[in-house]
Structures are given as structure tokens and as C-alpha cells.
């Protein structure tokens, strides 16, 4: 976390490695993008094999890789912010602010109303599955608007991501659900804490959003009546 380096030495530590941080985002750019703008990676790469939407060979467009880009990017542009860089800062705001409307534009289901893989590049279709990767653009904080709120609302049901044990990976309704069963890793619905942890991140991100805008309807609201 970039933001947990309050000393000088730390300091000195994150600007040092910032160009590295930035040729690293680059290598992303050449060897992941898609002609869109998306990024594609595979399921393996991700930690997350044997997962309903994707295929340890595939080039899909996913929520895992498409979030953690628009986060380094976001990185990178605070980062170049503390060196007073503003055409980095630019740069790098304008590479997040077009991959999170892509995000949103492109990998929206709006039949699931849900984040989904996207098989392919745009004009590709779906996965037509809710899988705990969704809810990662949320743990970056983007900002999404109150049209997707509505994809919370399957963390508490028992079709969706709900089980006694905690919440799954893919949602228990779909007819591939735990399906694969290859060995003892996989990613078709059973529970892992590192996808757990993605998801109670955003969730936690998502409810302190609600929270800041609640206070700031609040205050307005006073302020108003003060008048």
C-alpha cells in the first residue's frame, strides 16, 4: 500500500523504485492489451484456474487484470503527484479514467448486473457468470456510480456468493458451479480466503463511500436549513 509509508527512508524507497513501477506498467501495455484498450490475462496467471469464465490459455478480458491496472495506474499518477511531475500525473490520470469507463462499458452485464469476463476483446461475448472477481473494481475505489450498487446485492444470497462457510467464487446457482473438480484447486465456486479478502476489501471501500456521501448529503442538508 502506497499510502503506508510515512517515513523519509520509505519515501526515498518509493521514488526510488517508481521508474521501475512505470516500465513494469508499460511491459503490461505491450504484451496485455487488447486492441480496445482492455487488458487480457488468464485464469492461471491470476491465481484463479479452473474458474467458470476462463481457461488457463485464454486471452480474456477480465476483472482481476483490467482493476489491477486502473489501480497501478492510479498509483502511479499519486506517486508522480509527490514529485510534482504533472505530465505524469496526466498521464497516468488519463490511462485510469479510460480503462474504468472500458470497465464499465465493456464488462458490465446488465442482464447479471454484474462485472463479468469478457471472452475476448469487445464484440466478444460474456462468461454469463457472477464470479467474486466482480466486486474488484470496488477494491480500488472506482468510482462506478450508483447503477452498479446493485451487484452487492448477491453477496448475501444463498444462489449467489452466500454459503454456510463463507462466500464462494462463483455464484451457486450456475449450472457449473464446482463442476471441474480436477484436482484441489479450483476456482469454479470453491472458498478462498485471497478472494475473500478482495471482496470484504471492496465491500469495506464500497460501504465507506456510502458512508462519506450519506455525511455529505447530511451537511448540505443542514446547511440548507441554516439558510
Given amino acids: 500500500d502506497l499510502h503506508s509509508f510515512p517515513t523519509r527512508r520509505s519515501s526515498d524507497l518509493r521514488f526510488s523504485l517508481k521508474p521501475r513501477l512505470e516500465e513494469e506498467f508499460e511491459r503490461w501495455e505491450r504484451t496485455n492489451r487488447l486492441p480496445s484498450g482492455l487488458y487480457w490475462q488468464g485464469d492461471v496467471q491470476d491465481g484463479m484456474e479452473e474458474s467458470i469464465s476462463g481457461g488457463r490459455k485464454k486471452q480474456y478480458a477480465r476483472p482481476t487484470i483490467n482493476s ?10 499519486w506517486m508522480n503527484a509527490l514529485t510534482y511531475a504533472v505530465d505524469s500525473v496526466r498521464l497516468y490520470k488519463k490511462k485510469a479514467n479510460e480503462l474504468r469507463h472500458l470497465i464499465c462499458e465493456h464488462l458490465w452485464n446488465p442482464d447479471h448486473q454484474f462485472f463479468e469476463t469478457r471472452r475476448g476483446d469487445i464484440g ?31 453477496l448475501l444470497d444463498e444462489q449467489g456468493f452466500s454459503a ?6 462463483a455464484e451457486r446457482r450456475h449450472p457449473e458451479f464446482r463442476s471441474h473438480g480436477v484436482g484441489k484447486c479450483e476456482w469454479d465456486g470453491a472458498i478462498w480466503s485471497f478472494a475473500t479478502s478482495q471482496t470484504l476489501t471492496a465491500l469495506a471501500n464500497y460501504l465507506n463511500e456510502l458512508r462519506m456521501k450519506n455525511e455529505e448529503f447530511a451537511t448540505a442538508q443542514v446547511s440548507n436549513e441554516n439558510r
Fill in 164 to 169: 454456510p462457510y463463507g462466500l464462494t467464487t
Fill in 68 to 77: 489491477y491496472m486502473y489501480g497501478n495506474a492510479e498509483a502511479l499518477a
Fill in 124 to 154: 466478444d461475448t460474456l462468461a454469463q457468470v457472477r464470479e467474486a472477481i466482480g466486486y474488484l473494481p470496488w477494491y480500488f475505489n472506482m468510482w462506478t456510480g450508483p447503477k452498479y450498487d446493485v451487484a452487492w446485492k448477491q
